[in-house]
């Protein structure tokens, strides 16, 4: 996240307080997803597996997301 992001949020509305809890829950997220995938944490039988086109339905772009990660 760079300034500019921060920036965005506020003109929609987000508070300082906001953007402090947004960023919060999105590090301890992705925290808590790369402790299980480093521990091997298999997956509840009951969540719907990946699809084979990269995209679920209703993705906006119709496209896989890319992220960041290096």
């Known amino acids: 996240m760079v300034e500019a992001d921060v920036e965005a949020l506020r003109a929609v509305g ?10 919060e829950a999105t590090a301890y997220y992705a925290y808590v997803n790369r402790i299980a ?5 298999a997956v509840e039988d009951w ?3 990946d ?3 990269g995209h679920w339905p ?11 990660d290096p």
């Open 14 to 23: 987000f508070s300082d307080r906001d953007v402090h809890d947004i960023c």
């Open 37 to 41: 995938d480093g521990l091997g944490v």
């Open 47 to 49: 969540y719907p597996p």
């Open 51 to 53: 699809p084979p086109d």
């Open 58 to 68: 209703g993705d906006a772009t119709g496209e896989p997301e890319q992220g960041n």
